[in-house]
């Protein structure tokens, strides 16, 4: 798949260290895009009912109530290494 070029890359511990509590961006990667959910109410510090920020969540929004649609309302700040 073709990332935007202007993206930086990250990797899967340096996505973690997003999750709302070692530092202030809360994100989350999805199909190899990492995504700034921080404006988000519903991630509040990092959480989403079950779902913890600074991780790739691919595999699990299968079993979200929602499509993969929701990314398209958070800006992409990066790309999954």
């Known amino acids: 798949m073709q990332y935007p070029a202007h993206l930086p890359h ?4 340096q996505l973690a260290l997003r ?3 070692d530092r202030d961006e809360i994100w989350c990667a999805y199909q190899g895009l990492i995504y700034d959910v921080g404006a988000s109410r519903l991630w509040r510090n990092g959480k989403h009912y079950e779902h913890w920020a600074g991780q790739d969540l691919t595999d699990e929004l299968a079993d979200a109530p929602h499509s993969e649609l929701v990314f398209q309302r958070f ?3 990066g790309v999954l290494i």
């Open 10 to 13: 990250y990797s899967r511990s």
């Open 19 to 21: 999750n709302g509590n």
């Open 75 to 77: 800006k992409a700040v």
